[in-house]
């Protein structure tokens, strides 16, 4: 069996991860021959032979088989997948935001240039979730997928349930502890969540969508009256990430849920990522992992490579079956909506309210609401307004 | 894409499950055209054309891809298998007591002949776990295994646990439902659940072990006292099949556990089934999903059916690297030990006992001990002890 040369662009946690899982494991017929990094005067762990500066003398060099890239801004990545797939270089990601902003082209570009490009890191770090869809539901009647897919917003919703933190302590803290970035928006805004759920959607369903067009809302405006709320009826509050068929409709977004105690979600705590899916068939389906850090995201990265050595390729078969399927944010959810202006209320234009709740401190409906709306009135850029899913 | 044609053994409640499933889902090229089933006089929801009684017309016909062997019966089901196999047709099986007692021949036979054998139904129904642990774990460093593999004495166990039946009376409301046999042996006193782990043991370090060489102990003992201990302690009794390797030998078992309430199966009920992964680099993994029942397992046939159509076999990487590991029963457990017989207490010879009790009507001991010791003694064919592990 062949030996595959990797060229790895970034050396970060996760690069790191991946280079001493390699020289650990065993029966994996590959080892990383060539680093890029973007610093030269950057301290390295390893022999300087190592290291490049320029991206050409990866993706000019023949002996390479494999790019993985593991470095931080999506632009770039893009660049350099792309230029790596036209070369004919098998691919592996881990970058959530690239793959999502792109997923269309890079998608046409892996059928014309007939190579792999594997992603598993890029959502819910260890769990093997997109293989599970590629591999084992391809034949399932798939009716729904929920995940908590980002760790820095359950550590900190985690906080918040159980040490009865407030949302920004819970945050300075996940901060201290780097489980949060200093620039958290994207987490917990819930633009992770939602690059990830696109990714999902592909091989959930068969279907790509822009993450423009999916609606996000995420912890950013969590209250302690929120949170007094949750506590009070039993719930939790998680950040759910979730996608359903409806009459041959597809819909999906990622908004916070209260969670009740019997659901298996109301366990998944701190870091860890979870995903459940619902099939006609074999019923509901659930997996649990560690959602980042350097050791299970390297073991995903890992797992791709030891694909590719057995030729693997993901088949898009959803996308060759179902890829026509309607996505629609024309759907009525049911939320917990926390809010200051009477007139948002109004042009929410609820379907139907089935709770009204005025005190000093703060008020509340309970009611259904068209997604759409919820774009359309931006939702979450305000700072005024906390929902959730019941 | 050729179409699969299916010779079907048995057609009890999986298959007529797999039946609907293969007529109702899209896009899996296969169909069952040949049913064999023993009694003639039962009606048949199906044309009578579909029916044989005879094995040899499913064997002898050329044109069926496919065995799918899901009858009861573990010696007829071997003599099924091994025909099947070397007439070189592929083989779907659900038969775990079948493959554990017979797993090196069956692993020889798909050597030599040539043709693919699955059997992703045999362990926890809906639940991925073998092809993920082929496909998925062969580059991780897997260090343990745990598993509630048994539907039916979960699901007695959750009825003691949250609605405090005795036993007996939770043993008589599974089997008034279906979720347990007239003769719960098998089930009860976990020889179920340890031929699954022996299946498990091939693909999660690569090793074969007979059966009878695992020590396996049920729930049959389990009593008042026992439950009302669990409870004031505030643990959940679970019957985990357990594997883990330490210094290179492998160790596995099926013996009750006290599960804390932190911990992931401590809210696995009824007849759910889960299975937990223990690795080094991407840390603990869950895997949830339905047990049994016709359509969870139906769906687990449907997708070995299905991976046979794309051409999938088990590798048994772990068995080509690992195949020499040693399997060992001189380790020690520290378990709960609520015994009658002084002698037995003595004739475990207990490493340590760090906590000893007795009142009226029971006495146990909390202590080390050693597994082989328990095979000797034949500890689970007593009605006067009950263990589990701490």
Redesign the interface.
Known sequence: MKKLRIGLFGFGVVGH?LYD?LH?????HAEVAKICVKHKDKERTLDAAYFTYDKEDILNDDTLDVVVELIDNADEAYEIVSAALKKGKAVVSANKKMISEHFEELYALQQQANVPFLYEASVC????II??LE???????LDSLDGICNGTTNYILTKTSEENLTYERALKQAQELGFAESNPTLDVKAYDPKYKLTILLAHTFGIFVKPESVFNFGIQNLSASDSTYAREKGFKIKLLAHTSKHEDKVAAFVIPKFVKSEE?F??VRNEFNAVQLG????????????GA?S??T???V??D???LV?GYHY?Y?KVK?NGTLPFSNDTYIEVYLRYEDDQLLRDLNFKHISQRFESDSYKYVIGEVNVQRLIDLKLNDRTDVFIARL
Chains 1, 2 share one sequence.
Do not use: C, H, M, W
């Open positions: 991860g899982v650990k494991t065993k029966g994996i770090g260890s769990i093997p293989r599970n591999e084992y539901y391809d034949n399932d009647l298996l109301y366990d099939a006609a068939f074999s019923d509901k389906q659930f997996f649990l992992g560690k850090g050791y299970p390297a073991s995903a890992l797992s490579i030891s694909a057995y088949e078969k079956q």
